[in-house]
């Protein structure tokens, strides 16, 4: 079992920062894939960002390339995702996950262990 706590959410200015923290916890993630996903009110849940815990390949969807950037610490066991820039398009519940593979997934099936999330509001 994986554990996984977000913190960092919260409400910003259009063009602000946030950095949104996923502690993880119950096992060792040298296997894993952790991803970063984001639903908004009446949409479904998208893929956002994901980085391999072996090799630290990531990617990103398109629309946050260049803004987001997804690390990871191994010693804290703790996943980052720094957001600049920030639109209001970008406001959504945010949620942190794992799953197995040492390849960089974007769909939500490859993911087995999930946060509660974590709500970014951005205004205007």
């Known amino acids: 079992q994986v554990q996984l706590v977000e913190s960092g959410g919260g409400l910003v200015q259009a063009g602000g920062s946030l950095r949104l923290s996923c502690a993880a916890s119950g096992r060792t993630l040298s296997n894993y894939i952790m991803g970063w996903f984001r639903q908004a009110p009446g949409k479904e849940r998208e893929f956002v960002a994901a980085?391999?815990?072996?090799?630290?390949?990531?990617y990103y969807r398109d629309s946050v390339k260049g803004r987001f950037t997804i690390s990871r610490d191994n010693a804290k066991n703790t996943v980052y995702l720094q957001m600049n820039s920030l639109k209001l398009e970008d406001t959504a519940v945010y949620y942190c996950?794992?799953?197995?593979?040492?390849?960089?997934?974007?769909?939500?099936?490859?993911?087995?262990?999930w946060g509660q999330g974590t709500q970014v509001t951005v205004s205007s």
């Open positions: 980085i391999t815990w072996r090799s630290s390949t990531t």
């Open positions: 996950a794992a799953g197995p593979g040492l390849l960089v997934r974007t769909m939500a099936e490859a993911y087995d262990y």
